[in-house]
């Protein structure tokens, strides 16, 4: 009976530690920052979106979103990099991620890895109807 009872405690133990304590907690890098879409290019495979804004820290940034589609055509992977100026320099990364479109709103959820060994996860929502994108950057080294 012992025995049994050492089984069920390995297999239970997992589950009660899971319970969601310890749940990830993010820091934002910078205040949400607003961006505009200054072209976009429709493709069949990918389709391209290039965007600039005000940014905090990294100044005036372009970035371009490659937009890779899945089976449904409404989500897949996301890629591309970016560079801000500002006065004293300019910042550079690349991320790559997954995308998806709901209710006519695109939301993009990649990691970017900065020149400066910094590294964020961006939530970039995009809606098409304002040519608007807020970026919502969060620490993660």
């Known amino acids: 009976m012992k025995k049994w009872f050492l089984v069920c405690l390995i297999f239970v133990t997992p589950w009660a530690l899971a319970d969601g304590h310890g749940g990830l907690t993010l820091e934002k890098r910078q205040p949400d920052a607003s961006m505009t879409v200054t072209s976009a290019k429709i493709g069949d495979a990918v389709s391209v979106i290039n965007a600039e804004g005000d940014m905090g820290a990294y100044g005036r940034v372009y970035v371009t979103f490659n937009l890779e589609y899945d089976a449904t055509r409404a989500g897949g992977k996301v ?23 709901t209710d006519g709103v695109i939301t993009m959820r990649h990691v970017v890895q900065l020149a400066d ?8 929502t995009f809606t098409p109807l304002s040519k608007e994108l807020i970026v919502s950057a969060y620490v993660l080294k």
Not at 89 to 100: C, E, I, N, P
């Open 117 to 124: 060994g910094t590294q964020n996860l961006d939530v970039v």
């Open 79 to 101: 890629y591309g990099q970016g560079r801000g100026f500002t006065q004293d320099g300019y910042a550079s990364g690349k991320f790559t991620g997954y995308w998806q479109m």
